[in-house]
């Protein structure tokens, strides 16, 4: 468990009680304080066989285990406990603890889709501008204060000081035909359905249908950005003018210049990268009649 999390120190106890209430074997708990170490953490577990292996945690937590996790037999049992949870809300794991804790109980395993920014796994969204500059002014005291409510202020923070670039997507597959843009204020590639503390990355997107939702947002007129940004919660805004949205199993972006990839909130990697869709990577728990993702075979 990650108890540096926004409730991890408060829930690491109360987890283990009420998952050995359930007749959930606990083989090793650990509360980790640095959360540089969680990675490595999960990864002594799935070499020792721990299976399933319970991570407490928000998204960045998952998002830097799942590289360890990714294709591997052991399954993931997820307690949210950050600020956003979007990867939750995808697969509608409850962020009730006791809700959660029963879910790794009684739950389903199901197979879902992850995405890959070069070799680095993801579960949420990568992406390149604004978020990037939203992630910066995303402080701990935001997030502690006020919560999701953090990320639409980080954003808004951010586009105040947002230079537009240069970029260029092709699609290695054949399956759409270049596109180079002059100002652009952000580029997205979704492996799920949710980011940014409830958004929709699309109509339709999800975890477990082998592609990528890709969209880029170009910095026109200041009205047409208020319209897109009225429709950012629904996913509607990839229908909006200055939107492109494609979706695809690998996609390469170029900018100019070279910019720092966001990566499930972590600055991981630059661009040029290449970004494509791992199926089936990722074995995990959800709550019986999840629509989210189909169960394992």
């Known amino acids: 468990m990650n108890a540096r999390s926004r409730t991890g120190e408060k829930a690491f106890e109360e987890a283990q009680e009420r998952l050995v209430a359930m007749g959930v074997e606990v083989g090793a708990s650990l509360p980790v304080h640095d959360p540089a170490r969680l990675a490595e953490t999960v990864r002594t577990a799935v070499l020792e066989g721990y299976d399933p292996i319970i991570l407490g945690g928000g998204d960045g937590s998952v998002s830097s285990a799942v590289d360890f996790l990714a294709h591997h037999n052991s399954t993931l049992g ?19 603890l006791g809700e959660a804790c029963r879910n ?11 995405g890959l920014a070069g070799d680095n796994y993801y579960v949420n969204v990568a992406s390149v501008g604004l978020s990037v500059a939203a992630t910066r002014a995303l402080s701990p005291f935001l997030k502690k204060n006020i919560g ?53 990355v699309a109509p ?6 082998k592609t990528l939702d890709v969209y880029a947002i170009v910095l026109g007129r200041t009205r ?24 695809t199993s690998r996609v390469v972006l170029e900018t100019e210049p070279n910019l720092p990839v966001n990566v499930d909130g972590e600055l991981v990697a630059r ?11 990722l074995r995990i728990i959800v709550p019986e009649g999840s629509t989210a993702a189909r169960y394992d075979s």
Request: net charge negative.
């Open 78 to 96: 997820l307690l949210p406990l950050g600020t956003a949870n979007d990867f939750a809300r995808t697969l509608e794991i409850p962020t009730d």
């Open 204 to 209: 339709g997107s999800g975890m477990d249908d």
């Open 224 to 247: 047409d950005l208020f319209g897109i940004a009225r429709y950012l919660r629904s996913g509607d805004f990839v229908k909006s003018d200055g939107v492109d949205h494609f979706r």
């Open 148 to 200: 999701p409510l953090a990320y639409p202020v980080a954003a808004l923070k951010a586009f105040v000081k947002h230079e537009p670039f240069v970029g260029r997507l092709t699609f290695p597959d054949g399956d759409h035909a270049p596109v180079e843009y002059g100002r652009l204020l952000q580029v997205a590639v979704g492996n799920g359905r949710f980011y940014g503390g409830g958004m929709i």
């Open 104 to 114: 790794i109980a009684r739950g389903n395993v199901v197979d879902v889709d992850l």
């Open 271 to 281: 661009t040029p990268e290449e970004f494509s869709v791992a199926p089936n990577a």
